[in-house]
């Protein structure tokens, strides 16, 4: 790992900080980073949720590094512009896909791939003078692929109102619009993400990755279809250790004691 991305570890919880400043954006290196940590945490059964922040109080991530997309332009090297965008949609699908929850602590400004980063996320909390932007039509590229993990987390209207005006939303309107859960003061932010890593870890690990991957998967389905699916789930978490003695537990009034097999 480079010193472009930061891991540490401490009481179940990864935290991956951004640490390429000033802009923190989303190069080729920094992707490959994020995805080889993801890859690995996925596989350690340690680690039960992920923080990704950034090591700056100004810029959580500017997105893609326009000066590498220019020298691909200016090469018209093709091949490499298709292989930095199919690394990008590869890596938030990474985030989506990996068994653990992840959180996006927000300070400063996300924009472009960068807020895509945070809707890509589970969970995003972010300081009150946080701020979120799709600004590509600013300068001549649209935000074809950041749209499609934040119009899956906002309404049509709101997304279409970023895309198109490429101006930022404050902390508040992206807790209205459902970008982020919370906006909280900044000395406040750390201590709410450190909650809800507690509340997860709290919670059976194997029904935490069993729940994540079938929400994601039934959100693209039509409505029976998806029913249909979850009900299927629904009596395969009963087959698991945990479920049993989660129900039994409630039922007793007593505290689980979770397997997590």
């Known amino acids: 790992m480079t010193d472009i991305l930061i891991r540490n570890d401490k009481d179940s919880v990864a935290t991956l900080s951004l ?9 080729m290196p920094m992707m490959g980073e994020i995805q080889n940590q993801l890859s690995s945490i996925d596989r350690d059964d340690s680690i039960r949720v992920v923080i990704i922040k950034s090591e700056s109080d100004k810029i959580f991530s500017s ?3 326009l000066k590498e997309v220019k020298g691909f332009l200016d090469k018209n090297d093709t091949d490499s512009q298709i292989e930095l965008f199919s690394t990008c949609s590869s890596m938030m699908k990474q985030v989506q896909a990996l068994s653990k929850p992840v959180i996006a602590q927000v300070r ?3 924009t472009a791939a960068g807020a895509q980063l945070v809707a890509s996320c589970d969970l995003a909390y972010g300081s009150l003078d ?6 590509g039509v600013n300068i001549g590229l649209f935000c074809h692929t950041p749209q499609v993990a934040v119009s899956r987390t906002i309404g049509r209207k709101p997304m279409m109102e970023m895309l198109l005006s490429g101006e930022p939303i404050s902390s508040e309107r992206a807790v209205q619009v459902g970008l982020i859960n919370a906006a909280v003061d900044s000395s406040e932010l750390e201590s709410t993400v450190a909650k809800s890593c507690n509340d997860i870890c709290n919670k ?3 029904v935490i990755a069993m729940g994540k991957k079938s929400f994601y998967r039934q959100s693209e ?3 029976t279809d998806a029913y249909d ?4 789930e629904m009596v395969r978490n009963l087959t698991l250790n945990d479920g049993n ?3 039994s537990s409630f039922l007793e009034k007593r505290d689980p004691n979770w397997s997590n097999d």
């Open 19 to 27: 640490n390429d400043l000033p802009a923190n954006s989303l190069s």
């Open 63 to 65: 997105g893609h590094n």
């Open 108 to 110: 400063g400004i996300a």
């Open 130 to 135: 946080s701020k979120y932007a799709t600004p």
């Open 204 to 206: 059976s690990a194997a």
């Open 221 to 223: 389905m039509p409505l």
């Open 229 to 232: 699916f979850t009900s299927a």
């Open 245 to 247: 003695e989660g129900i």
